[in-house]
């Protein structure tokens, strides 16, 4: 007995130590970056533009030459840099990108601008002086949703993010080519992140290009998935306490930048010459 003791003794004595928990200050965690200047801030919206774009490409949002994601110039903010009209998304790069001042001119680029994206987004820019980036496309499961003249329901979590936080412009005119109808949608947008453009597609809006981008991929996904849920059954909604909860967790931009991270890196990694 008193061997079987020594043993166990030893034994104890020769466990290695758990390893120690490293501090969270050394820890990495992404967060959007600060500028150093302009020029650096500029080169960070076109780059991150032209990833957007190519995702959006990669998961089939385009339609022909439909389709638009803007960056307002962080210098000459009345200005905004946008895919060339006619241009594929999968094949856009940095230096593809056009400027195009208030008047819908082009001021820096060699190609032309669509219409329909300086029409809307001119508006957006003008009547939110916050946001940075605003996206739009035709794609599949938004233009399905906006068929039907109503709001993203809460019957999951991610869909929350948009819980009293997006609107319907519930009307249809032709394809937006004027100023007005512009100002319209803007109206229709007021203070929120989306608006769903009925018979036509979704829109949103961010304080960068990563959370634009994220808003548009989500809610394209709460699309689908409110359409399927529908054609199953009768969703259960969340109730608007633990709706509105859930929006005050994942609604915000930041929220919505760290979330399009690993999108980015994929992107980036698998299609570096975008970044030319």
Request: hydrophobic fraction near 40%; include cysteine; charge should be negative.
């Amino acid at each position: 007995m008193p061997e079987q003791q020594a043993q166990a003794q030893a034994q104890a004595q020769e466990a290695p130590k758990p390893p120690a928990p490293i501090p969270t200050e050394k820890l990495r965690f992404a967060l959007p970056p600060e500028h150093k200047s302009v020029a650096d801030e500029r080169t960070y919206r076109k780059q991150r533009l032209a990833a957007a774009l190519r995702l959006f490409g990669r998961f089939g949002f385009e339609e022909g030459v439909a389709g638009h994601i803007t960056a307002r110039d962080p210098e000459f903010t009345d200005h905004f840099w946008v895919n060339p009209f006619g241009m594929s998304f999968k094949h856009i790069t940095v230096s593809d990108l056009i400027l195009v001042n208030h008047q819908g001119q082009v001021v820096e680029g060699r190609h032309h601008v669509n219409q329909a994206a300086f029409a809307i987004h001119s508006q957006i820019h003008r009547a939110r002086p916050e946001v940075v980036a605003a996206a739009h496309s035709h794609s599949t499961y938004g233009r399905a949703l906006s068929t039907l003249g109503e709001l993203l329901e809460p019957i999951t979590q991610d869909v929350c993010a948009f819980y009293e936080d997006h609107a319907l412009f519930d009307d249809y005119t032709g394809v937006v080519v004027d100023e007005e109808e512009g100002r319209r949608i803007a109206t229709a947008l007021g203070p929120h992140k989306a608006v769903i453009l009925r018979n036509h597609g979704l829109l949103t809006v961010g304080d960068s290009v990563d959370a634009a981008a994220w808003w548009f991929i989500t809610m394209e996904r709460s699309c689908q998935v409110q359409l399927a849920a529908k054609a199953a059954g009768k969703p259960v909604r969340i109730s608007p306490a633990n709706a509105k909860h859930t929006h005050d967790q994942l609604g915000n931009d930041l929220a919505a930048w760290i979330n399009y991270q690993p999108l980015y890196q994929q992107i980036i990694r698998s299609e570096p010459e975008l970044l030319d």
